[in-house]
């Protein structure tokens, strides 16, 4: 078995937008969405596994898990079926 990868690099995943709220306030962190992984590579379901503490950040992380991601799916046997999969986003303020 293979699992599904994230790597925004492979699949040129934009990182997600960081809310303008959260930046003035200064709010940052690390949320991990459990997605399953479809097949075809396209989220089919997701949600918050670890929060940020921060509503704003933790909305985006799933959206952009969910809504705006693509993975390299899961195999088993050299065939592609849906798998959970954990994927860490980091709010850094710079």
């Known amino acids: 078995m293979v699992q599904p990868s994230s790597t925004?690099?492979?699949l040129n995943n934009a990182a997600p937008p960081y809310p303008a709220m959260s930046r003035r306030l200064?709010?940052?962190g690390r949320v991990?969405?459990?997605v399953l992984i479809g097949p075809d590579g396209r989220a089919q379901e997701a949600r918050i596994q670890r929060s940020s503490g921060f509503e704003r950040l933790d909305q985006v992380a799933l959206e952009t898990a969910r809504d705006r991601?693509?993975?390299k799916p899961g195999t088993r046997d050299g065939v592609a079926e849906a798998m959970?999969?954990?994927v860490?986003?980091?709010f850094v303020l710079e």
């Open 69 to 71: 991601w693509r993975y």
């Open 84 to 86: 959970w999969f954990n």
């Open 32 to 34: 991990v969405v459990r």
């Open 26 to 28: 200064g709010e940052s």
């Open 8 to 10: 925004a690099d492979y």
């Open 88 to 90: 860490p986003l980091n």
